[in-house]
């Protein structure tokens, strides 16, 4: 377990796309190519992706697609070393904060039936599940879960957002 340090999220840039790919290598079965955080920092008008930086290294990252009202999170996840010290609220927290400044109303995802850790992360901040996409991963046919918040605006989804403000020291 790395040494706890003092994460800051900022806007993703060219220059972080290895050590993110790194993450994703880590964290999921079918990795996106590093190429393709390429393309949609270059030319992706409708994606947003943050980095968490703890000092020089980055530890998390965080996507979404803007999709008419809605911000779709289209990839996040936190260094193998670095899970479980609320960085991934903290991503989460910037999403949603940075979904709100660009007009959505709500986030929405895709999460595998089985990864409760995530589903256990997105329910804390509001995330209700809406749908089930079957057979969605074509690595292994798992089902997805589809998941959604209150509108941003929503008193309910206010005090999760201010809470986690709160928890997060920002
Ligand atoms: C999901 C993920 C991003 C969470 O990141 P994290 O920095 O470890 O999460 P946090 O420390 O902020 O934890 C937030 C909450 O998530 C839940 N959680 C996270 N890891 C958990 C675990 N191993 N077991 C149970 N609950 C867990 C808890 O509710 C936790 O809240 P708590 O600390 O108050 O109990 C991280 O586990 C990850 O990168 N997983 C692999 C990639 C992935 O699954 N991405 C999501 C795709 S939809």
Redesign the pocket.
Known sequence: MALRARVVVKAMRLDDVAAVHE?ERL??RTPWPAHAFEQELRSNRLARYVVARAGEQIV?FAGIWMMVDEAH?T??????D???????????LNLAELASTIGARRLT????ES????Q??YR?FGFDIVGRRAGYYTDDGEDALVMTTPDLEDPRMQAVLASERERSGT
């Open positions: 993450i964290s999921f998390g999170v990839t996040f996840s936190v260094h193998p670095w899970r479980r010290q609320s960085i991934g609220r903290q991503l989460l995802l895709e999460v595998r990864n409760e850790q995530a256990a992360l804390s």
